[in-house]
């Protein structure tokens, strides 16, 4: 029994009714060969499916179960068309090979106008005491980040990324600290 095929590609529309269910996908392609020029190697047939997977070469077009006048979508380019991509690159003195080239490497925090913007604000920057320190108390610094939460657990608020016992720990060392948050 013969098939109609509908075959598009480069923004035309090809007909094939000269196959049979006997014939192969590869008998396909060799028939596209002869209208598009393309090759049967650079050949992806959109719409042939065997399985849930592209058809093999080998698989018989009657297997694959196609109605009259299936269309099928064709991607692939000439070979004339390759040439000029999988040639040599012309030789071009414009380009610089940048891994020839060596500089000092110099570290972000070496940097001269990072160092400059450090002073900078350094100079600048005013300290304000927001509470001044109680008399006879030390100082206890303490880490946000695994100290006083678990930035990394799954939790979805504040309350739930805080340790055990927080505020307990907190209330019991201001009577003997004054407590800075980093």
Same mark, same amino acid.
């Given at each position: $029994?013969?098939?109609?095929?509908? =075959?598009k590609?480069?923004?035309?529309?090809?007909? /094939?009714?000269?196959?049979?269910?006997?014939?192969?996908?590869?008998?396909?392609?060799?028939?596209?060969?002869?209208?598009?020029?393309?090759?049967?190697?650079?050949?992806?047939?959109?719409?042939?499916?065997? &399985?849930?997977?592209?058809?093999?070469?080998?698989?018989?077009?009657?297997?694959?179960?196609?109605k009259?006048?299936?269309? /099928?979508? $064709? $991607?692939?380019? *000439?070979?004339?068309?390759?040439?000029?991509?999988?040639?040599?690159?012309?030789?071009?003195?414009?380009?610089?090979?940048?891994?020839?080239?060596?500089?000092?490497?110099?570290?972000?925090?070496?940097?001269?106008?990072?160092?400059?913007?450090?002073? *900078?604000?350094? &100079?600048?920057?005013?300290?304000? =005491?927001?509470?001044?320190? *109680?008399?006879? &108390?030390?100082?206890?610094v303490?880490?946000?980040?695994?100290?006083?939460?678990d930035? *990394?657990?799954?939790?979805?608020?504040?309350?739930?990324? $805080?340790?055990?016992?927080?505020?307990?720990?907190?209330?019991?060392?201001?009577?003997?600290?004054?407590?800075? =948050?980093?």
């Amino acid at each position: $029994m013969s098939l109609s095929l509908i =075959i598009k590609w480069g923004g035309q529309e090809y007909t /094939i009714t000269s196959l049979s269910e006997e014939d192969t996908v590869l008998d396909l392609k060799q028939s596209l060969k002869g209208l598009t020029g393309v090759l049967p190697e650079r050949q992806k047939l959109l719409g042939l499916k065997m &399985k849930g997977k592209p058809a093999d070469d080998d698989v018989k077009l009657g297997a694959l179960k196609l109605k009259p006048n299936t269309k /099928i979508m $064709m $991607m692939g380019t *000439r070979e004339e068309s390759l040439e000029d991509v999988l040639g040599p690159p012309p030789d071009n003195d414009d380009v610089v090979n940048d891994f020839d080239i060596e500089e000092e490497v110099v570290e972000v925090e070496n940097r001269e106008e990072n160092l400059l913007k450090i002073s *900078r604000r350094v &100079k600048e920057y005013k300290v304000e =005491i927001l509470n001044p320190p *109680r008399e006879g &108390k030390k100082l206890l610094v303490l880490d946000v980040d695994y100290t006083l939460f678990d930035h *990394r657990s799954c939790a979805e608020t504040g309350v739930e990324l $805080m340790r055990p016992y927080l505020h307990e720990f907190l209330t019991s060392a201001y009577e003997d600290y004054d407590i800075v =948050i980093w």
